[in-house]
């Protein structure tokens, strides 16, 4: 499929606004980003259509968030498989992300990211969404100390945290 930017920037902010930012009660009714709320109503994020995920994030290692808290590159998750993203993803957050005190998550439509019965995947493109490595850990102690973690299993906070504090310690 031919992504058009407008139609993935649609798509991401109805999933943040109907989902992401949303309560679920087997979250212990917490939304799956607490902090998904203020970041799509202050515009603080940057969709972009990714050429290769590698190309991508190690443009961004150089370059930095353009003054953004997250910046989502979106692939057809068809020409991008899962191992090839995941794969990219690892290297870039251990080659040149980290270093750079950022990091990258992944989501891709055929790993489904399910928590407590909760499946936590856009569903519909491949996604590579980068943060400050500081802030994203900042954020997580606050919320952690409020109990946001105390509901999630522990198979998919260890990978969660892999290149991150573990803010439950």
Known sequence: MLLKLEDVKNNIEQWITNFVEVPHADLGGWAPC????????????????????IHDLTQIS??????????????????????????????????????????????????????NGVVMNNGTYALALIQSLTDLNEKAQLVGRKGFYNTWPEEYLTPLFKHRQDPRL
């Open 34 to 53: 607490p902090y998904a709320r203020k970041a799509r109503i202050d515009q603080d994020f940057d969709v972009r259509l990714g050429l290769a995920p």
């Open 62 to 115: 150089r370059r930095g968030l353009a003054g953004k808290s997250v910046i989502i590159f979106a692939y057809d998750p068809k020409d991008i498989p899962h191992d090839e993203l995941s794969h990219a993803v690892d290297v870039c957050n251990r080659e040149f992300l980290v270093p750079n005190n950022l990091l990258a998550l992944e989501d891709h439509p055929d790993a489904a990211e399910i928590v």
